[in-house]
């Protein structure tokens, strides 16, 4: 019993989200702290889940024309100060290398915040004519924002790992469709893979990426009631181009500034993901993205063994060969119940309970893990479209919680103290009609940490007041409120 309460998690995540979360993270083997304040250790099943975000993506990427690439983790402050709302957007965050070794570099190195600057001088080098276009580039790295003192797990950390797609395009209109291409698959990564619902919007001038003309991003709701922003898309207008001399040929040989894009996702998408899921017994994975899909435990007495074992077996490699990702778990220093809890804790979807009964009349039962739902079933020559089902039936009961409390937590406002009782009261996201000045946003900031998170992608849709509820002035958008992380 001492084994099985070390094991557990003993925070609450209703009454202690963030001692819960940090427990989770580390007791299901997700991730460790490093000795340097703000960074972390990834264990490897920590990564797994990160490859299965890379896996999907990637492959998405590359169906829509982008290809990988990788460039310098140092970039040249001559580089870095090209593009000066760039240098003014991350001047707080940057790290600086100064020296090689002991010798003191002739320029300093910034260690990569993004990697616009690095990026958009090759992209120029290698654009000579509109038959070089689109250029589409995406590469997986880390970068280092120095700026992040509330470190969390995967929410927020010094380095963190992401990709960051960049893109040249001979038109606006191009550039325009890819920013919402990479928007529309963020999109699918969180509501086909992550089981996680989100709104897509746009950020408001005062808040979207340093140079960029429009940020588009995707927001999903916690339990908590706070926003994650979960990936953004940025057109970047011609600002980058012009400063990087992004330029290409016409067909009529007139010359013409490209326009360009950017988008990314970091593993903030898994912060997520373990916050929404998760439960006092541990993390829950999604089988989309879950290491092993299914687990199966055997239950055994001295009388029956081998039989129950040779059973589980035969179950586990029909599974397998199925293309289902199992792990058979015949250890004979555990008992069953610490395999559950093990288990269930390491978020496992489904299990299947393997015993002398099941082996008599040839039946599995299964155990769901995000509800506890026990069902038996005959293991038959469809057993594995059979787990197939009970996999995507735990899918969508995972997506329906989640969209459930997205739907229930959105909520308008008409004037300064909704907006503040309403988000004090029950977080989630307040609509409200907004002037667009950033004073007001700053006003209900100071009071009750909460900002705009997003407006609507259209910026002709009408807002859903005619004054703006904080100042009383014109209303020109509709502005989402909420806590974020």
């Known amino acids: 019993?001492?084994?099985?309460?070390?094991?557990?998690?003993?925070?609450?995540?209703?009454?202690?989200?963030?001692?819960?979360?940090?427990?989770?993270?580390?007791?299901?083997?997700?991730?460790?702290?490093?000795?340097?304040?703000?960074f972390i250790v990834t264990k490897p099943r920590g990564y797994a889940l990160w490859e299965g975000i890379q896996d999907n993506l990637d492959a998405w990427f590359k169906e829509t024309g982008a290809q990988n690439a990788y460039f310098p983790l140092f970039i040249p402050?001559?580089?870095?100060?090209?593009?000066?709302?760039?240098?003014?957007?991350?001047?707080p965050e940057v790290a600086w290398v100064t020296h090689g070794g002991h010798n003191e570099l002739e320029e300093r190195l910034a260690v990569r915040p993004t990697s616009e600057s690095i990026i958009a001088p090759y992209m120029a080098k290698w654009v000579r004519s509109?038959?070089?276009?689109?250029?589409?580039?995406?590469?997986?790295?880390?970068?280092?924002?120095?700026?992040?003192?509330?470190?969390?797990?995967?929410?927020?950390?010094?380095?963190?790992?992401?990709?960051?797609?960049?893109?040249?395009?001979?038109?606006?209109?191009?550039?325009?469709?890819?920013?919402?291409?990479r928007l529309d698959q963020y999109e699918r990564l969180y509501t086909d893979v992550l089981a996680i619902p989100v709104l897509k919007g746009r950020k408001p001038d005062h808040d979207k990426f340093p140079g960029a003309h429009t940020t588009t991003t995707t927001e999903a709701l916690m339990p908590d009631g706070k926003s994650v922003q979960g990936a953004t898309s940025h057109y970047l207008g011609q600002s980058f181009a012009e400063a990087f001399d992004l330029t290409y040929t016409d067909e009529d040989e007139v010359e013409q500034v490209a326009h360009t894009t950017s988008w990314g996702l970091s593993w903030r998408a898994l912060g997520a993901l373990i916050m929404t899921h998760s439960d006092d017994q541990g993390l829950i994975v999604p089988p989309t993205i879950a290491q092993e899909q299914v687990v199966i435990v055997p239950i055994w007495?001295?009388?029956?063994?081998?039989?129950?074992?040779?059973?589980?077996?035969?179950i586990a490699d029909e599974l397998d060969a199925g293309d289902i990702r199992v792990e058979l778990d015949d250890r004979d220093e555990r008992n069953p119940g610490f395999k559950y809890n093990e288990w269930e804790l390491k978020g496992v979807p489904l299990r299947i309970e393997v015993g002398g009964y099941e082996v008599a009349d040839e039946e599995v039962t299964l155990v769901h893990r995000p509800d506890g739902e026990n069902v038996t079933e005959d293991n038959d020559d469809d057993l594995v479209e059979t787990i197939e089902e009970h996999l995507d039936i735990i899918y969508d009961k995972l997506y329906a919680t989640a969209e459930a409390n997205l739907h229930e937590n959105i909520r308008e406002a008409e004037n300064r103290n909704e907006i503040l009782g309403t988000i004090g009261q029950h977080g989630g996201y307040v609509k409200t009609a907004w002037c667009g000045n950033e004073s007001c946003e700053t006003e209900i900031k100071d009071t009750i940490s909460a900002e705009i998170v997003m407006v609507p992608l259209d910026r002709d849709e009408e807002p859903i007041g005619d004054t703006c509820a904080i100042c009383g002035e014109a209303a020109h958008e509709t502005a989402y409120f909420a806590k974020s992380y």
């Not at 402050?77 to 001047?91: A, W």
């Not at 790295?141 to 380095?159: G, L, Q, Y």
């Open 130 to 181: 509109h038959r070089d276009l689109p250029l589409r580039l995406n590469q997986w790295c880390s970068v280092v924002r120095w700026e992040a003192t509330d470190t969390k797990p995967f929410f927020r950390t010094k380095e963190f790992l992401w990709q960051e797609g960049h893109t040249a395009h001979e038109s606006e209109d191009e550039a325009w469709d890819e920013t919402m291409t």
């Open 1 to 38: 019993m001492s084994g099985e309460q070390e094991l557990g998690v003993t925070e609450s995540k209703e009454h202690n989200p963030g001692d819960w979360y940090a427990e989770v993270v580390q007791k299901a083997n997700l991730a460790d702290y490093a000795p340097m304040g703000g």
């Open 301 to 314: 007495n001295e009388d029956n063994r081998e039989e129950v074992l040779d059973y589980a077996q035969a």
């Open 77 to 91: 402050e001559s580089y870095l100060e090209r593009e000066k709302d760039i240098v003014e957007g991350f001047d």
